[in-house]
């Protein structure tokens, strides 16, 4: 029993038949979870890091070509489907990134033609206009009945030395068999 009810049936003027007075369950219940909730609103409301940070942001493009190498590998499941496929990524950048990356890739074939999809990861190292360091890029390619989807981003925190806090996004042209690339991305002018 709490001491609520402990007392009051100590009391000379219980009996079985006092109520118990009701206790504002609801009322506090309400009470915790709005106030929750408005905490909640409040912290996604506030901006991260000084304004001082913020505003020595630099968004900037760099441009240039590459060369890739891509090797194909035995899938982790040798009884798989022969429409998937693992690859390995070697690639050299020039222009703005002149860089090296290794990566790896999954592919997925339909049997409609010009339907397919893969997904990759490579660590990109080197020399951003002047700046060195290393990050991660992330791809998610779909190619639905010969109209494709290209997405590469960098990977959230995977900068490194000059590159730290580096965001972006990454596109990819490919005319006459050549490969270029066209980067948009943010870094602290801190570095």
Sequence with gaps: MSAFVERRASSPAWTD????????????????????????????????GSATQREKAVTAHATGGFDV???PEALADK??????????????????????SKGEMLTAATGMK??????????????????????VLQHTGIMNRGTPELKIAVVPDSGTGQLTGLTGTMNIKIADGKHSYDFEYTLPDNQ
């Design 17 to 48: 038949e006092t109520p118990v007075p009701p206790f504002p369950v609801k009322r506090i219940l309400v009470s915790v979870v709005a106030s929750f909730l408005f905490s909640v609103f409040l912290f996604a409301q506030t901006p991260r």
């Design 69 to 71: 190498k891509v090797s």
């Design 79 to 100: 009884a798989a489907d022969v429409s998937l496929g693992r690859m390995t990524l070697n690639k050299q950048f020039h222009g703005d990134l002149d860089a090296t």
């Design 114 to 135: 010009g339907s397919g999809a893969y997904v990759a990861i490579e660590r990109v190292t080197g020399t951003l206009r002047g700046r060195n360091g290393s990050f």
